[in-house]
């Protein structure tokens, strides 16, 4: 992985419904990001996105099910849990806050999930989203 790719997990439900639309509807995001399909964000190993990094993300999209709206009954809380405790790692390891985020998608809207891409890679140029 060369030090351009950007790793986006999605859930398989929301957030990966919201690529395929985008894919159908023909809307583009960077050719650098690379989407991992995962069953739920509360499921997802903080170990799996230090390993991106480790092997050379440049930054970490975390992509699921709005609160309340989870598939597997783990809610957004989840989530939450792995990205605050993934985030503390990362800065550890000398990575700047913006290099992980956490976002949601509903189902579907795949200009919501092309739009929430553009501004991460927005962000981590330095420019405004």
Known sequence: MNDKKIVV???????????????RNHRYYSADIRPVRIACLGRLHPGLILKA???????????????????FDLDYHNAESVFKLSKELIKLLGFKDNQLQLDHVAAG?????????????????GQRG
Do not use: Q
Not at 18 to 23: F, H, I, S
């Open 9 to 23: 997990f999605t859930c398989n439900w929301n957030a990966y419904s919201g690529l395929e639309t985008a894919g």
């Open 53 to 71: 990094f480790e092997c050379g993300a440049r930054g970490v999209l975390m992509i699921g099910c709005a609160p309340g709206e989870c598939h």
């Open 109 to 125: 809207d795949g200009e919501a999930f092309v739009h929430r891409i553009k501004r991460f890679v927005a962000e981590l140029n």
